[in-house]
């Protein structure tokens, strides 16, 4: 017996003690991942973003780390032992639960925000107390970033 259980012996009536998964953590759940793609296209030129830029830049969205060495390297500082940024397979799900529910659509190769992706992004960005640290990470970058820049950092 637990600690815990211990401490309930004698009590009256029956206690139960069900072991419950872990809460999931902020970065993998859907309402996360979701706002975090309306904000990064748009972020993105034309509110417009390929899958590498959607990728990269929800990666570094991420942590801190990351984000630290992708605003470095924004700025033509680069290290050959940064950490490499991933591609996220769930991201895809997720671009695609953003098709289907409205907030994006396909344009030739590339995601594009709808209007009502646009006005969940104007929401999030309105409300000050909502993916703070994501919001200012997306502020540090250039205004228009482009694909052979991610690529580069890609290819490393």
Partial sequence: MGILEDAFIGAKGTIRFTPRPDPIPGDLRLSWRLSA?????????????????????TSAMRS?????????WFRGARAPDDPVIRYDP???????????????????????LTDDGLML???IRSNESVLRREKEFLSKLPKVISQKSIREMLEV
């Fill in 37 to 57: 793609l309306v904000l990064v296209l748009e972020r993105s030129r034309g509110k417009t973003a390929s899958l590498e830029q959607i990728h990269f830049l």
């Fill in 64 to 72: 801190d780390k990351v984000a630290r060495v992708a605003i470095r």
């Fill in 90 to 112: 769930s991201m895809s799900r997720t671009i695609g639960l953003a098709i289907a529910s409205g907030l994006a659509d396909w344009k030739g190769p590339s995601v594009t």
């Fill in 121 to 123: 992004a104007a929401s």
